[in-house]
């Protein structure tokens, strides 16, 4: 206190009081600003969808829980992995499915039909239904007329939600295939062993010392595997902590199992 009434100070209180009122102003602008070219209240229900050789149609439902009409566009997608487990996307030639554009009222639903042509596979066939908002020319002249920040900021949301068409005799089973390590990153392949798809919750790493104790431990988020691929996950082990290592665990809790693996650390597998 003594300084603000002095000397230099003085200044000090008005000029970061006036700072402080502009950047609450701003944010506030900001945030009304930006409100609308993000605002959407659609969603899907279910949140996936099983058909079988007995049930070879479903429907899904489109919520609109908004005061304005949403329009909406659908497309359903064959759906598959990569090596690297990322999703792959063709066009799927056996589904039908109805209307492919569709406009639903405010706080209304209107479905969507699903139906798969051909007989059962011995395989689990696995799709998505895409279902994307096409922007109003009102939310489109909103974002516009906001100013300069919120311009080009209009978004079109979309939901990518599964559908799954089980084979006669579903058989559920994953493995660990293989777990390495390489310059301290340590590497593990989860792969469907199993004719349907799994879903895994969460991965983790342990790494223990020769005594059992452990020394390190890493989560990894879970996604789908679907039947006949192969996901992998890694994790890095401190370059301090993966010298004194004897074993890496490796443990993959799906939705109604859990598998394992182990590693054997060598001291050529971490970093040099």
């Known amino acids: 206190m003594e300084q603000i009434k002095k000397g230099k100070y003085l200044h000090f209180v008005p000029v970061m009081a006036r700072f402080i009122i502009s950047s609450l102003i701003a944010l506030a ?12 209240n659609f969603s ?34 064959e759906w598959s992995q990569d090596a690297e487990g990322k999703d792959v996307y063709a066009d799927a030639k056996d589904v039908v499915f109805f209307p492919k554009i569709m406009t639903v009222g405010p706080n209304e639903q209107r479905s969507v039909r699903v139906g798969i042509k051909g007989p059962q596979s011995a395989k689990e066939k696995t799709y998505r239904l895409f279902a994307e908002e096409i922007p109003s020319q009102k939310k489109e002249q909103g974002a516009r007329t906001s100013g300069k920040i919120a311009a080009g900021l209009t978004i079109a949301f979309r939901y990518a939600t599964p559908i799954f068409v089980k084979p006669a005799r579903p058989q559920e089973s994953g493995v660990i295939d293989k ?10 392949l989860v792969r469907n062993a199993g004719n349907i798809h799994f879903k895994i919750l969460s991965v983790k790493f342990r790494g223990k010392a020769p005594d059992g104790k452990e020394l390190f431990s890493q989560d990894a988020a879970g996604w789908y595997v679907l039947q006949g691929m192969t996901r992998p996950y890694e994790a890095t082990v401190p370059k301090e902590v993966c010298k004194n290592l004897a074993t890496i665990e490796v443990s993959a809790q799906a939705e109604n199992f859990m598998v394992n693996g182990t590693l054997n650390v060598q001291k050529n597998m971490c970093i040099q």
């Open 29 to 40: 602008l900001l945030a009304g600003a930006l409100r609308p070219a993000f605002a959407s």
């Open 44 to 77: 899907i229900m279910p949140t996936s969808l099983e058909l079988s050789g007995g049930a070879k149609s479903g429907a899904f439902s489109i919520i609109n829980s908004d005061l304005e009409k949403l329009n909406c566009q659908i497309d359903v997608k």
């Open 179 to 188: 777990v390495n390590m390489t310059k301290s990153v340590v590497r593990a």
